[in-house]
């Protein structure tokens, strides 16, 4: 099956956003555990960015029990500490266990700001990210127009804050096909992204890798492939060092190269995408890649050849686990 990069979510990086902001915080009475807790809290997004899950996770169970015990039930940092938890636990696929510990985060902070406060955002979403990782599209969405709702009033109807919210919630319409209610969401996002940064920015470069995933899926191959290009030269013209950004919008011209039966612009597009992720060998990515284009091998009748990429992405997979 392939896989365009355009549908996939990042469920963890927001809830360390959470964390970092409580570590810039000035120091509570209660200094030394607090103190404890935030060590242990930036060693897990330590070792979760340097790719080592287990450890991280195995230090974020520590660091929520140095939480539970230092602070108050319902503390924000015992929140925080649950939400790290969470994250890492649906990072390596345990959903349940990060439903029920985001649900338990959630409620600590709806206690201490209220059902409707924007700050509530990470936490809705992060919950969000889990129900739509188990196909739960109606209780992910619910939860995504109840951050955007909340977001919007604080921050107005054309702020570029709103842009992940109208992205996902784009991503879950189509998921469940209701592709004009899809197209609208992410038309909404590219507009205001162009408004408030320009058509180049990389800020741009979501919406309308989204918008062009959907067309891609809805059969509107041309429209679909200026709006990739237009994603690709944005990219190389902000990627600098980090070529493995160029390799997202070669993977999906790709796709759709290879959905229209040009087997040959799809070869060389897969390719390209590959000789960017060369560094990357830890990104999934790169096995996405890899095994998406041994699709198309085998599509072409390359079966010999199709199978060595096959086991490269079947050695790396079991590499991140």
Known sequence: MTQPMYMRWIIVGGLFLGACSAQASPQPADAAPTSSWEDLSRLTESLYQQGQLDDAAHVAQQALDVAER????SDPRVALALSQVAGL?????????????????????EKALGPTHPDLTT???NLAAVYHAQGKYLMAEALLRRALTALSKHVGNDSIELLFFLETLGELEQAQGNYRDAETLFLR?????DEAVGSDHPLIAKP?????????????FQEAEQLYQRVLTIAEQ????????VAGPLNNLALLY???????RAEEHFRRALSMLTDAWDQPELVMTLENYATLLRQVGKQDEAQVFEARARELRSAQL
Do not use: C, W
């Open 208 to 220: 309308l890798d989204g918008l062009a995933g959907l067309y891609h899926e809805m059969g509107r």
């Open 123 to 125: 936490d809705l979403s």
């Open 189 to 193: 996002a590219v507009h205001i992204a």
């Open 70 to 73: 230092s602070f108050a039930p």
């Open 258 to 264: 290879q959905a229209q039966g040009d087997f040959g």
């Open 89 to 109: 636990s649906a990072r390596q696929g345990r959903f349940q266990e990060a439903e029920t510990l985001f649900l338990r985060a959630l409620a600590i902070d």
């Open 238 to 245: 902000h990627s600098e060092n980090k070529r493995q950004l």
